[in-house]
């Protein structure tokens, strides 16, 4: 069964650090999300993105972050400076069957 | 905007109790609806959904209905087990947009 797969499974950082978590989607899928789970908490939408481009953000996500998609696989996202507030856990999804699939999550810890 | 509301947990039950975990929500148009479960460590997994009023999602014995009229899509299930602990996430997708908007979760204890 195809499934999201996610890289790092757990990344520990210092405070002002980059941090690129990685994601391949589904292959046929088009659109592609992040989210954030902070301590088990709410399930919060970072972002979506469709065509080479966001295709909509929230208010989590600011200048520090950005996503791309490199190559026809690979879908980051990157945390340019990272703050104690960024850890979480970091989840991509892609869209399919107008269901979201979930990988399995990236923990990140910022020292 | 739009929202989802949902119990707030945590739910413990003994084995073979009813469940039901109620989920409102607020949007405009025609939403879909879902229910995400997280098991310890893991990431989220769909569970059941319903993409019009009065479809019944169903699967592992859980089951929800779209309720239009109260803008409601409660899970149930007759008889929990063990296995069933778990963050259970009430979920939409707005019909004019591509995101998903989740519920705060409610995290269910099921005792032997």
């Known amino acids: 069964e195809p499934e999201v797969t996610q890289t790092p499974s757990h990344q520990v950082t210092q405070m002002g650090q980059e941090v690129i978590l990685r994601c391949v989607p589904i292959s046929n899928h088009l659109y592609f999300y992040w989210y954030r789970q902070i301590l088990g908490q709410k399930v919060e939408f970072l972002v979506s993105f469709y065509n080479n481009e966001i295709s909509e953000k929230s208010e989590i996500f600011d200048d520090q972050f950005s996503v791309e998609r490199p190559d026809g696989s690979n879908f980051t996202l990157k945390i340019r400076s990272t703050k104690l507030e960024d850890s979480a856990m970091y989840f991509c999804?892609?869209?399919?069957?107008?269901?979201?699939?979930f990988g399995e999550g990236s923990r990140l810890t910022v020292l | 905007g739009d929202s989802v509301t949902q119990m707030e947990g945590p739910v413990t039950l003994s084995e073979e109790a009813f469940l039901t975990i109620n989920c409102t929500y607020t949007a405009t148009g025609y939403p879909s609806l879902f229910w995400y479960v997280q098991y310890p460590g893991e990431g989220l997994q769909l569970l059941l959904k319903a993409t019009k009023a009065d479809d019944k999602g169903s699967n592992k014995g859980f089951e929800a209905t779209y309720r239009k009229e109260t803008t409601s899509f409660h899970l149930e299930k007759g008889s929990v087990q063990v296995s069933d602990s778990a963050v259970y996430f009430c979920?939409?997708?707005?019909?004019?947009?591509?995101?998903?908007?989740f519920g705060p979760g409610t995290r269910l204890s099921v005792l032997p």
């Open positions: 979920a939409l997708s707005p019909d004019y947009g591509q995101n998903f908007v």
């Open positions: 999804a892609s869209r399919g069957d107008g269901e979201l699939f």
